[in-house]
């Protein structure tokens, strides 16, 4: 069968472009915004990427046509599609009826910490031998790609509460029928297509509904959201971490080394790469995960001991002349403020962190969080911020910061501020969840030169 798939470089989009491809089906597809790393990733792969959206496609014939959910009525070659009554559906769907029908599926939903958390749950089940097929929304650095088909049971999803497609207006995780869930967490977020917090619940608390009597629930206990969701029907196990009664991360170090306890009871101990105590406890959450399809805590502390991380987590771009330059797919506030906070444990008082922030999302661009900027920003020493094509005022929204903070409607311009602010030894921590205009190449550049 010809698959052809609109809005392919997205980051879901692209997994579905690789599962599709592995599952014996020839693929193609387009998008309007084609970036790194899923555009790389798919022509590594030997798939044919288009730019743009133009009705010359329909010459391709594909047998059916996936429309990723950056796709909107008015787009010139979704419109033809429909006037036309070629057969097409969501990549959710397509997900469902083609690879998740006979599997277990292990899926982790949340607001913030999906694609390290599903990242490290892929790593752990590998790790065991078990061989999971996967789909995250990243790349995950122990596998090299963000999807993987194999003839082993279980699969692993990043279970996103955005919606489906323009012609189905759920959240995608109530596709996928999970019998192991990760609860991570739950704020405020697509501000787009949510009116508010609860509207969000009531989408998780659908996806709690197509779970079975077998299968497990793993929430976080801290989570006052989450329990209201769980409140209004749960017909599955529970587990809570997070909770002193139930499962945590404990004793975390500077280096990494943190314990796993359960009731208060010390289980083990492990060393984690990645920095912060929110992905320590990402990490407890897979590990419980793995654990209800028999791989034990022990062997889960193992492997996250070796877990590599993922690509656009506090990554590390490049060091030139002592300045180090990581990459982060930071937007929300919240998310903001843990890596920062993250970075600083990394590297103790020895530096000074220059956040380099885009706002980039949905949500930020329309303003709906500006008022949590300064405060999820106060861990940076330096703060520029790119403000081009936002309907709100970046610089007055920051000026209770006073002079740490800098705003820029010209790349070049910030470009060239942050450089000239570098000194030997400070951190220049990029965050945003698109390309970034290559910033990040750009800031190596300026560096050496």
Known sequence: MHIHILGICGTFMGGIALLARAAGHKVTGCDANVYPPMSTQLEEQGIELIQGYGNEQ???????????????????????????NLPYTSGPQWLADNVLRDKWVLAVAGTHGKTTTTSMLAWILEYAGLKPGFLIGGVAQDFGVSARLTDLPFFVIEADEYDTAVCDKRSKFVHYRPRTAILNNLEYDHADIFPDLAAIETQFHHLVRTMPRSGLVI?????????????RGCWSEVERFNVNDGWQAVDGKADGRF????DGRVIGE????????????????????????????????AAIA?????????????VVNGVTVYDDFAHHPTAIEVTLAGLRQRIGTSGRILAVLEPRSNTMKLGTMKAQLPASLAGADLVFCYSDKLGWDVAEVLRPMGAVANTFDKLDGLVAAVCAAAQPGDHILVMSNGGFGGVHEKLLKNLSS
């Open 270 to 301: 492990t060393r984690l790469e990645l920095a912060g105590a929110h992905n320590q406890s990402n990490a407890v959450a897979a590990m419980l995960a793995a654990r209800h399809v028999g791989v034990p805590i022990e062997q889960g502390l």
């Open 219 to 231: 929430t976080n206990g801290a989570e006052v959201a989450l329990q209201r969701v769980l409140e």
């Open 259 to 262: 314990s796993i306890s359960h």
């Open 58 to 84: 329909l010459e391709l014939k594909p047998d059916l046509y996936v429309v990723g959910n950056a796709v909107s009525r008015g787009n010139p070659l979704l419109e033809e599609i429909l006037d036309r």
């Open 306 to 318: 070796q877990f590599k991380g993922v690509r656009r987590r506090l990554e590390v771009r490049g």
